[in-house]
């Protein structure tokens, strides 16, 4: 079975760079610059990792400090992100939506254009070296003001569709609902920007309607929260809103207690459409192999209902529709070899 998965070809939806950082780079690029206790390798994947005692998605959040502390120059983020690309394609993922906050890599001094061309670059470089296709997802924070947030729809907008093919709002939910950011949802589908949101990750079930009426989004990331409220459920269905679901992410930062209240059978029975994706590979010490050897081994998930979840995310991706049906090809051929 594991040897199956491997071989599966797949997609990544919700994939955070920052998240997704090897750490034997982010060691090396901190000691380099000198910004490291002397501590050695081993002690310092433990540090970047989420440990089992992780009890919210606020401690969760803590853990990307170390990545955003090297992610301030082009050469670094052009480097992280063709690293996690040849990462994801020795897994076999055909395509990938990375997303990032370009304001988080501005610290230091780089521009909106130098932070977004320098993914790009890397995403380039990665598809000539090891063939896999990618799109970025241009990430506002919910802790930031609505200004913020316009600032990166209206700078985004000049590598939209080149590159760049949706927006969504990240960060930690309570406290902040997402009314908070709706001119510049609004202005982003005015745009024409693919719309995604984080809602009913541990937050409340109402910020997943709102996020669908509010903010216009087409994939909500997580959305656990609407097995609370049957209306949210048929809401999802109706509208065919797709949910990214992350399930060892769910777990660490206790958005469920225990993987058997996982809700997701319940939303693929509800034929509401389901993907599953990694959220953070480095965060969460994870990979697509190892969040669906978990869907099979603690909830009983066949080789069937894996690939129903891959047809999903294959519909879910922000390509156009030519580009997605290169993209189905490419999962087609790819399965004759299995
Ligand atoms: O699961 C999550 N829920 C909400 N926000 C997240 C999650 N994972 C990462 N980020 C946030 O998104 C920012 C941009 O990538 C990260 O810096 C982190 O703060
Ligand atoms: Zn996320």
């Not at 996690?84 to 020795?90: A, I, M, R």
């Amino acid at each position: 079975m594991r040897d199956m998965l491997k071989k599966l070809p797949k997609v990544e939806l919700h994939c955070h760079l920052d998240g997704s950082v090897r750490p034997e780079t982010m060691y090396e690029l901190l000691l380099e610059e000198k910004d490291l206790e002397n501590i050695s390798l081993e002690e310092f994947e433990k540090m970047v990792k989420v440990e089992d005692g992780c009890n919210s998605l606020v401690e969760y959040l803590e853990k990307f400090s170390y990545p955003l502390k090297i992610m301030q120059s082009k050469e670094n983020i052009e480097r992280i992100t063709y690293e996690l690309l040849e990462d994801l394609s020795k897994q076999n993922v055909k395509y990938a939506e990375i997303r990032f906050a370009p304001f988080l890599f501005m610290k230091k001094g780089l521009s909106f254009d130098e932070a977004v061309e320098s993914v790009l670059k890397g995403m380039e470089r990665a598809k000539k070296d090891f063939n896999i296709l990618s799109n970025a997802i241009l990430a506002c924070m919910r802790y930031e003001s609505v200004d913020k947030s316009i600032e990166v729809v209206k700078k985004g907008e000049k590598f939209l569709g080149k590159g760049v093919v949706a927006v969504d709002l990240a960060g930690g939910e309570e406290g902040f609902p997402p009314e908070k950011h709706k001119e510049a949802f609004d202005l982003a589908y005015e745009k024409g920007y693919n719309i995604t949101v984080h809602a009913g990750e541990t937050g409340r079930d109402e910020n997943i309607i709102k996020s669908v009426e509010l903010l216009h989004a087409q994939r909500i990331g997580h959305g656990i929260a609407a097995i609370k409220n049957p209306n949210i459920m048929k809401l999802l269905k109706e509208k065919d809103i797709f949910l990214e679901m992350c399930p060892i992410s769910n777990l660490q930062t206790k958005a469920v207690n225990s993987i058997d209240e996982y809700p997701i059978r319940e939303f693929l029975n509800n034929d509401i459409l389901v993907t599953v994706n990694t959220d953070n590979t480095t965060v969460s010490n994870t990979s697509l192999d190892k969040e669906y050897s978990l869907l099979i081994e603690e909830l009983g998930f066949s080789i069937e209902d894996i690939m129903k979840i891959m047809e999903n995310s294959v519909k879910a991706t922000f390509l156009p529709e030519e580009e997605k049906n290169h993209l189905k090809r490419i999962i087609e051929d790819s399965l004759k070899n299995i």
